[in-house]
C-alpha cells in the first residue's frame, strides 16, 4: 500500500508541474556553462564556445517527448523572431539520442526551422545534469549559465520569456555574427 502510495504522489508532483523540484541542471546556475561541439543535421560543427558574446537558449527534447512538443512550438517561435536575433539571441534544440532520419522527418511534419543538434550518446545532456525533458538552459553572454527550466506546463512560457529577457538585457557585447 506505501508503494502504490509513493508512485502516485510521484506521479502527481511530475504531472502538476512540479518536476522542476527535481532539477539537478539547477546547480548549474551562475557557473560556466559545460563547453560542447556536436554536429546540426546537415553534418556541420557547432560548439558552445563559437556562440560566446551571445546570449543562447538550449532547449533538450526528444521527438517521442509530448511535453517537447509543446516547447518546440515556443522554441520556434522564439526562432523566428529577428528582434531576439538581432540582440544576440541564439536557439539551439539538442536532440536527445535519436536518427537523424527520425529528426528530419520531425521537422518537415511540424515545419521547424531552428537549429537542431546531434547529442547522440547523451553525454551534453549528462554534462547539463539533464533528466527530463524538455529541459531549457539560458546561457548568458559570459558562458554562465543563467536559467534551468525543466517540463513545459502552464507558465513556463513566462519563465522562459522572461529568462531570455533577463539575459539578454546583461551588459555585454554582442558577439558578431560568422
Request: with cysteine; proline share 3%; aromatic share 8%.
Given at each position: 500500500?506505501?508503494t502504490v502510495?509513493?508512485v502516485?504522489?510521484?506521479?502527481?508532483?511530475?504531472l502538476?508541474?512540479?518536476?522542476?523540484a527535481?532539477?539537478?541542471?539547477?546547480?548549474?546556475?551562475?557557473?560556466?556553462?559545460?563547453?560542447?561541439?556536436?554536429?546540426?543535421?546537415?553534418?556541420?560543427?557547432?560548439?558552445?564556445?563559437q556562440?560566446?558574446?551571445?546570449?543562447?537558449?538550449?532547449?533538450?527534447?526528444?521527438?517521442?517527448?509530448?511535453?517537447?512538443?509543446?516547447?518546440?512550438v515556443l522554441?520556434?517561435?522564439?526562432?523566428?523572431?529577428?528582434?531576439?536575433?538581432?540582440?544576440?539571441?541564439?536557439?539551439?534544440?539538442?536532440?536527445?539520442?535519436e536518427?537523424?532520419?527520425?529528426?528530419?522527418?520531425?521537422?518537415?511534419?511540424?515545419?521547424?526551422?531552428?537549429?537542431?543538434?546531434?547529442?547522440?550518446d547523451?553525454?551534453?545532456?549528462?554534462?547539463?545534469?539533464?533528466?527530463?525533458?524538455?529541459?531549457t538552459i539560458?546561457?548568458?553572454?559570459?558562458?554562465?549559465?543563467r536559467?534551468?527550466?525543466?517540463?513545459?506546463?502552464?507558465?513556463?512560457?513566462?519563465?522562459?520569456?522572461?529568462?531570455?529577457?533577463?539575459a539578454?538585457?546583461?551588459?555585454?557585447?554582442?558577439?558578431?555574427?560568422?
Amino acid at each position: 500500500m506505501r508503494t502504490v502510495a509513493f508512485v502516485n504522489v510521484f506521479l502527481a508532483i511530475l504531472l502538476t508541474g512540479c518536476a522542476a523540484a527535481f532539477d539537478p541542471s539547477s546547480s548549474l546556475v551562475q557557473k560556466p556553462a559545460p563547453d560542447f561541439s556536436l554536429e546540426t543535421l546537415d553534418g556541420q560543427k557547432l560548439s558552445l564556445s563559437q556562440l560566446k558574446g551571445k546570449v543562447v537558449m538550449l532547449d533538450f527534447f526528444a521527438t517521442w517527448c509530448p511535453s517537447c512538443r509543446q516547447s518546440l512550438v515556443l522554441v520556434q517561435k522564439m526562432a523566428s523572431r529577428s528582434d531576439l536575433a538581432q540582440r544576440g539571441l541564439v536557439i539551439c534544440a539538442i536532440n536527445q539520442r535519436e536518427d537523424a532520419r527520425e529528426i528530419r522527418a520531425f521537422l518537415e511534419q511540424t515545419h521547424y526551422t531552428f537549429t537542431v543538434l546531434k547529442d547522440v550518446d547523451g553525454n551534453v545532456a549528462d554534462s547539463y545534469s539533464v533528466k527530463l525533458f524538455p529541459t531549457t538552459i539560458v546561457v548568458g553572454r559570459d558562458g554562465a549559465v543563467r536559467s534551468t527550466i525543466v517540463s513545459f506546463q502552464a507558465g513556463t512560457k513566462q519563465q522562459i520569456d522572461a529568462a531570455v529577457e533577463q539575459a539578454l538585457a546583461e551588459p555585454g557585447e554582442v558577439a558578431t555574427a560568422r
